[in-house]
């Protein structure tokens, strides 16, 4: 394998007593997507802020493309592209100024610039949009601007801090596909998101962490293997306690309530399935494990509010 782009050693980030990082190592492979997921709070976007030398660790170290943040600052920062979680979009001037601007924070020149802005634009599917200003654009618009501003100086490495979050599902899609290309051109992406269709739809790895610790790492698909049995059974619409409890227990490898709702993992649903076919009082679904249910075992069900 090629050497990462990105390496972070042990890192260790505290405020307080709280550890909001804790002796945290990954590395991104050139053209790969590696995810990192993890409840609100769990340490992802201060470990993005790490990589940008935004935020200095109180141990360990961020390596990229074989220089030292924050020592080469500078010289890191020219070969990556960044998508915050909120867009810091300029709303004075148009899509196209916005993305000229941006290049001469990098030294590009105004004439390599104006000459790049068309294809920036017509990669963000703005073409038609280009002397529109941020406040006239939908949002799904706003994140692709903000995407093709991450690109202006023809980055290796993409930083994307949940860049579809409060986008609708055409939206969505469209945001994918034009991260899937950038794949295809051999960049890398290291991404990190709540959607776990997302998360499983473009990342290579998954890295899950939680109280800033990681907890996980592999292929989405290696992760669903190692962690859970294959087979989930829904079942809801009738007493949970007694379904969770009752003889259909017995049928299942792993049982969580959640809500009205109980899961029933299995090495084999047939019995259960059978089971249930004789019960009218209640619905069921059957389906496979996926990264939801890989995200709740290794994370939990209750509700995390971001502080």
Known sequence: MS??????????????????????????????????????????TTTLRMCLGLTEPDAGHVQAFGLRMPQDAHAIKAQIGVVTQFD???????????????????GLKKSAMQARIPGLLEFAALSHKAE?????LSGG??????????LVND?????????????????????????QQLLQQGKSILLTTHFMDEAERLCDRLLVIDHGRKIAEGTPRELIAQHLEPDVVEVYGGDTEALSTGPLRALASRVEVSGET???????????????????SVRSLHRPANL???????????????S
């Not at 980030?13 to 709070?41: M, Q, W």
């Not at 529109?132 to 006239?136: D, E, L, M, V």
């Not at 109980?262 to 009218?280: E, G, K, N, R």
């Open 3 to 44: 050497a990462a782009y990105l390496e972070c050693h042990q890192l260790v980030k505290r405020y307080g007593e709280t550890a909001v990082v804790d002796d945290l190592s990954f590395a991104i492979h050139p053209g790969e997507c590696l995810g990192v997921i993890g409840p609100n709070g769990a340490g992802k």
């Open 88 to 106: 810091s979009l300029d709303p004075d001037f148009s899509c196209a100024e916005n993305l000229l601007v941006f290049g001469r924070y990098f």
């Open 132 to 136: 529109a200003k941020p406040g006239q």
């Open 141 to 150: 618009m706003r994140r692709r601007l903000s995407l093709a501003r991450a």
């Open 155 to 179: 980055p290796r490495l993409l930083l994307l801090d949940e860049p579809t979050t409060g986008l609708d599902p055409q939206a969505r899609h469209l945001m994918w596909e034009r991260l």
């Open 262 to 280: 109980v899961f029933f993992y299995t090495q084999d649903a047939a019995p259960l399935l059978q089971a249930l076919a004789h019960d009218h």
């Open 292 to 306: 939801e249910d890989l995200f709740l075992k290794l994370t939990g069900r209750q509700i995390r509010e971001s």
